[in-house]
């Protein structure tokens, strides 16, 4: 499949004229606890020529693939992609450090360091419980639940967890949130969950368990409040991010 992958990023490259900088796997392969029949989830950071950046013209900033059963597949322009990491964008730091990478280049490599820079943990934790509460609200309340949307709502709790108590962007694997931040006794619970996602179908539906949901309640509520206490943090400048998107733009004669 990586192969298949790595031909359908060059055909991309060839079909829309840019060079793609990094593609990496962002969804649950990524989280380390994928089901047999899960997709690939490919997110991709690219540049076009250098005089697609100097027209009045707007050019679309996002390439998106019509997705199927097994391939999603979409990315970002490098000049969004910067533009984000100075917000703080929670979805950039994913990708930069997700665990399996299909293609990598210099850029990635100046990118990583720099975008330490500008984690901002306020905006990492609303992104997070944001996504908690909405998938907790829409999932997790009937009596029969998918045993996946437990994970939809775990993961991001655990990610705030570990913003409150480390101040840094939270890994992509979920074993690594798992062992830091869940509680002791919910451990053993959590694991036969992980069990039945990693070997059943992504339909698969089982019982809700209300010792999972209360934990996730009481965290919700927890991490909203921690969150309200927080001090406004200072804008960053651009001087960093300009400088890396010139030494790309300028490499961009291909």
């Not at 990496?24 to 690219?46: K, L």
């Not at 992980?194 to 179908?201: A, F, M």
């Amino acid at each position: 499949m990586e192969t298949q992958i790595r031909e359908k990023l060059q055909e991309i490259e060839r079909q829309e004229n840019c060079r793609i900088l990094l593609a990496v796997e962002s969804g649950s392969r990524a989280w380390g606890f994928a089901s047999p029949d899960s997709d690939y989830d490919v997110r991709f950071i690219y540049i076009r020529p250098k005089e697609s950046y100097l027209k009045l013209e707007h050019i679309r900033d996002v390439i998106e693939l019509p997705i199927n059963d097994v391939l999603d597949i979409n990315g970002w322009d490098v000049q969004k992609t910067l533009r984000l990491l100075h917000k703080s964008n929670p979805t950039v730091f994913e990708w930069f450090s997700s665990p399996i990478v299909y293609k990598s280049t210099p850029f990635a490599d100046s990118f990583k360091p720099i975008m330490q820079h500008y984690f901002s943990s306020k905006s990492g934790l609303w992104h997070y419980l944001h996504m908690a509460e909405r998938n907790f609200r829409e999932y997790l309340r009937t009596d029969m639940v998918k045993a996946k949307k437990y994970f939809y709502v775990l993961r991001p709790v655990l990610a705030c967890r570990w913003i409150l108590e480390k101040g840094t962007p939270p890994p992509m694997l979920f074993s690594e949130l798992m062992e830091s931040q869940l509680p002791d006794y919910l451990t053993a619970t959590i694991q036969k969950l992980l069990d039945i996602k990693v070997n059943s179908p992504e339909v698969k539906l089982i019982p809700r368990v209300n010792e999972i949901n209360r934990y996730l309640y009481e965290s919700i509520v927890d991490i909203h409040e921690k969150i309200e206490q927080l001090p406004k943090e200072p804008r960053r400048d651009w001087t960093e991010l300009d400088k890396l998107f010139l030494s790309a733009f300028y490499e961009a004669a291909y």
